[in-house]
Structure formats: structure tokens, C-alpha cells
T-cell receptor
């Protein structure tokens, strides 16, 4: 158990809908990351927050947004969902950021199926 | 740009025999490298990491990896495979981007263990 908690574990929704994925980082970790894992794209970095502020953006679509709250939990919002958004979404956390050797711990992911 | 290439998409070994999962990296500076493992329907678990200390890195579950700068490689090995090692393995390079940390994943190697 990494200490990173993600909910829900599984989610099935229809095209055009909006969903919110939730992440609680490890106790004491200030940095939260979101990754998407799909069969065709592999593991892709979406976005990172550090202590409530956005720090880095990756291949995140405009239909997607995220935020980190004062209690450090984070939410990833996915809207106008398309079939191709079906994927496993990982949240990860680390104590700090900006250090390449920093260890990042992953949650078990949220499986999103768009039908 | 930093990247990793996992040379085998699938490796199959017999239980009790050695495991070798190959990874080459590309980095313009001294990299931080990781191996993560993903068991079926599970999250990503850190096996080991290299951060410019000892070139031979020991990880969990008997795995180790050797950083070879001259060959730009970071191959993962284990002397004797166990059935529980069957999983997907990811070689990862960590990069620092504008004060943030980003992980770049290889495409993964699926390890199958034959009884």
C-alpha cells in the first residue's frame, strides 16, 4: 500500500458526461501528479500540483482540469467525455518537487470506461 | 529530450531462472532512473531508483539494476524468477521541467513466468 488513495476505483459513464476523480496523497506529501494510462498511449503525464499551485502541465486536454485543495487532496475533472478517454487514471504524490531523484508514489488508479 | 526505450515488450522465463529486462535511456544530463512494477489490476509500485550514487542499485523482491553511463543503459535483473514476479515493468527517467518533476515512462515490458 503506497498510501495514495484514489476514488472511485471503477467508473462507467456515457459519452458527453462529466466525471470527477479524487485523490488523497500520502500523509505529508505536498506534491500531487496525475497520469493517464491507455493501451495506445501508454503512461502519459497530465498535470502536477505542489501545495495548491499548478507546477507542470503535460498532455492534458482542454476538456480536463484539476485542482489541489488546501487539505492537499486533488481532483481531476474530465468533461465532454469521449470513447477515447477510457483509461486508467493514476494519482501520485511526493514530499517535494523540483528534484529529479524525488521518489513518487502511485495510487492504484481509477478505471474510467466511457460507453 | 529525455526518453527511455524498453527493448522488449514481452519477456518469458521459467521459474527459478534469471530475469533480464532491458532499458536504454536518453538524457542530456545525469539522469535519475526508476523501475516501477504494475501487477494486474494494481497500481505502480517502486522497485528501485538510481540517483547518481552507487551504479548498482538494489531494490525490493530481489531485483537490482545497474546504471551504465557508457551504454546509456539501466537494465533490471533478478537471479531467480518467482511466479509472483509476473507483471508489467516500467523503466522511467525523471526530468526536471521548470522547477517541477516529470516522469517519462517507457512502453513497458510484460514479464511472464512459466512453471
Amino acid at each position: 500500500d503506497s498510501g495514495v488513495t484514489q476514488t472511485p476505483k471503477h467508473l462507467i459513464t456515457a459519452t458527453g458526461q462529466r466525471v470527477t476523480l479524487r485523490c488523497s496523497p500520502r500523509s505529508g506529501d505536498l506534491s500531487v501528479y496525475w497520469y493517464q494510462q491507455s493501451l495506445d498511449q501508454g503512461l502519459q503525464f497530465l498535470i502536477q500540483y505542489y501545495n495548491g499551485e499548478e507546477r507542470a502541465k503535460g498532455n492534458i486536454l482542454e476538456r480536463f482540469s484539476a485542482q489541489q485543495f488546501p487539505d492537499l487532496h486533488s481532483e481531476l475533472n474530465l468533461s465532454s467525455l469521449e470513447l477515447g478517454d477510457s483509461a486508467l487514471y493514476f494519482c501520485a504524490s511526493s514530499v517535494r518537487t523540483g528534484v529529479a531523484g524525488n521518489t513518487i508514489y502511485f495510487g492504484e488508479g481509477s478505471w474510467l470506461t466511457v460507453v | 529530450a529525455q526518453s527511455v526505450t524498453q527493448l522488449d515488450s514481452h519477456v518469458s522465463v521459467s521459474e527459478g531462472t534469471p530475469v533480464l529486462l532491458r532499458c536504454n535511456y536518453s538524457s542530456s544530463y545525469s539522469p535519475s532512473l526508476f523501475w516501477y512494477v504494475q501487477h494486474p489490476n494494481k497500481g505502480l509500485q517502486l522497485l528501485l531508483k538510481y540517483t547518481s550514487a552507487a551504479t548498482l542499485v538494489k531494490g525490493i523482491n530481489g531485483f537490482e539494476a545497474e546504471f551504465k553511463k557508457s551504454e546509456t543503459s539501466f537494465h533490471l535483473t533478478k537471479p531467480s524468477a518467482h511466479m509472483s514476479d509476473a507483471a508489467e515493468y516500467f523503466c522511467v527517467v525523471s526530468v526536471r521541467v521548470q522547477g517541477a518533476q516529470k516522469l517519462v515512462f517507457g512502453q513497458g515490458t510484460r514479464l511472464t513466468i512459466n512453471p
